[in-house]
């Protein structure tokens, strides 16, 4: 009878261990569409001997196949991805602004004005010619201002993205230390639920080191430590709140770190990585560069006009006053930062266009046309000191930095993309779901389930056959 009663206790050890095969191999089936989901295998091992058992197999859970290593250089590349495509994403929507259409641009703005002066040397008393100087003069400080504002529109539409990223993270943390929580009070290691949880902890980390890059450190309980530029963002099961401001240095971006009991750390310099660096990049570099070369581009422009009409006679005779001034009030033309979005057409001109003008003392009418024909002569003369070109080669310097910049961010999403796929792949390969292999899994463990139920089948008619005899 102890015989038989083993017999009994390795059939139904059997049916029990294949069950659980089943079941794992049934999750994964289901869980191989799911992003983030990791292949489990069910821990199937042989019964240790004794009184009651002397062999077959039992189930003693399930196991979570995951490459560590794997996953770590993936969090890396989506850090690096992340960055690329924000910064390029920026820049994209910055170039159609301040990149209009043909017709549109500074350069064609410039050849206006400087023909509006070229028909002014010939006709320096004619109203129509003068209309069309004041005219010109004011679309070139409109488009100065246009262009200026775009950028500042860019600057603080980036600060708002900027600010709506690290809400996003902030969530994502708490939502990370509360799973930390969980896995690390979980009394059984090698559980369906236990993996399902670092799954979804292991996706929310993806997600985070998307907006910003983060390193892993494993404890030992299952639980992680997240670091991000030079601080910890999550410990354990205690998330720390980014809180990102435009209140750094020429309004810059301010990333600080707000620890448990308001102890604040600034991280700004540290923050490369992830869509949040990409930010920072795009609005407090490439932007504020182009910003400096338009205002520089104003300052000398609308400062060499100035020198030169202020030589000058206006048709009544009296001393020329300044063609370009700043905002607010009538002062010279505003030095960088500002002289883009300052920059104006003297209103006075504007509403007497005899107050140009055309030449000095000397020749009628008064001046003759030798300050428009000096004026005209600003379009072929380097500007600025040091010169840095003339209007049309500053414009067109202006346009190859911008296109370069998002060339350049163009070609390092791609390639950001392409090593994020990669990685993907790698970990896909060493912890993703085969449903090839897994309908194998699932055709061994029912035929062994079936097996097991064969045996137990056998021992019972044993049994029933014992007990007629006796």
């Known amino acids: 009878m102890t015989t038989l009663g083993n017999i009994f206790n390795v059939a139904q050890l059997g049916m029990q261990a294949n ?89 064609d703005r410039f050849a206006e004005f400087f023909g509006a002066l070229d028909t002014l040397a010939l006709r320096a008393d004619d109203p129509t010619a003068r209309l069309e100087v004041t005219r010109t003069g004011q679309a070139i400080a409109n488009s100065f201002n246009q ?31 509360a799973l930390n929580l969980k896995i690390s009070q979980s009394t059984k290691i090698h559980t369906s639920g236990r993996a399902q949880l670092l799954d979804e902890r292991d996706r929310l980390i993806r997600d985070v080191a998307e907006s910003i890059e983060v390193a892993i450190i494993p404890r030992d309980d299952g639980s992680v430590t997240l670091l991000s530029s030079g601080a910890a963002l999550v410990e354990q099961g205690t998330a720390h709140q980014l809180k990102v401001t435009g209140t750094g240095p020429n309004n810059d971006l301010k990333i600080e770190l707000i620890r448990p009991g308001s102890n604040i750390i600034e991280v700004t310099s540290r923050v490369r990585g992830g869509r949040l660096g990409g930010l920072r990049e795009a609005r407090d570099k490439d932007i504020v560069a182009m910003q400096k070369e338009l205002d520089k581009l104003a300052y000398d422009f609308g400062s060499a006009v100035n020198a030169v009409h202020t030589t000058g006679l206006d048709l009544y ?75 049309a080669e500053r414009v067109a310097d202006f346009a190859g930095k911008l296109g370069s910049r998002v060339a350049s961010s163009n070609s390092e999403s791609t390639l950001r993309d392409s090593t994020r796929a990669h990685a993907e792949e790698v970990l896909e390969g060493s912890s993703g779901v085969s449903l090839d292999e897994e309908m194998v899994n699932l055709t061994r463990y029912q035929r062994a389930f079936e097996a097991s139920m064969r045996v137990l089948k056998t021992a019972d008619e044993m049994l029933q056959h014992i007990v007629e005899r006796l």
């Open 147 to 177: 262009f200026a504002d775009a950028l500042s529109t860019a600057r603080a539409e980036l600060l708002t993205e900027a600010v709506d990223l690290a809400d996003g993270i902030n969530d994502q943390v708490t939502r990370i230390a």
């Open 19 to 107: 069950q659980v095969g089943v079941a794992v191999a049934g999750e994964n089936i289901n869980g191989a569409n799911t992003p983030g989901y990791s292949r489990r295998n069910a821990i199937i091992e042989r019964s240790p001997v004794d009184a009651f058992i002397t062999g077959g197999v039992r189930a003693t859970g399930v196991a979570r196949l995951f490459d560590t290593f794997a996953f770590r250089s993936l969090v890396r590349e989506q850090a690096l991805y992340g960055a690329a495509d924000a910064r390029k994403g920026s820049l994209t929507r910055l170039e159609a602004a301040v990149a209009p259409s043909a017709g549109a641009g500074l350069d």
């Open 317 to 391: 005779g009296n001393p020329a006053v300044a063609m370009f001034r700043g905002e607010p009030g009538p002062i010279p033309v505003p030095p960088t930062p500002g002289a883009g979005s300052g920059l104006r057409f003297e209103p006075l001109i504007a509403a007497d266009p005899n107050l140009i003008a055309a030449g000095n003392a000397g020749a009628p009418p008064p001046g003759g046309n030798t300050v428009a024909l000096a004026m005209s002569a600003l379009q072929i003369t380097a500007l600025g000191l040091p010169p840095n070109g003339t209007p």
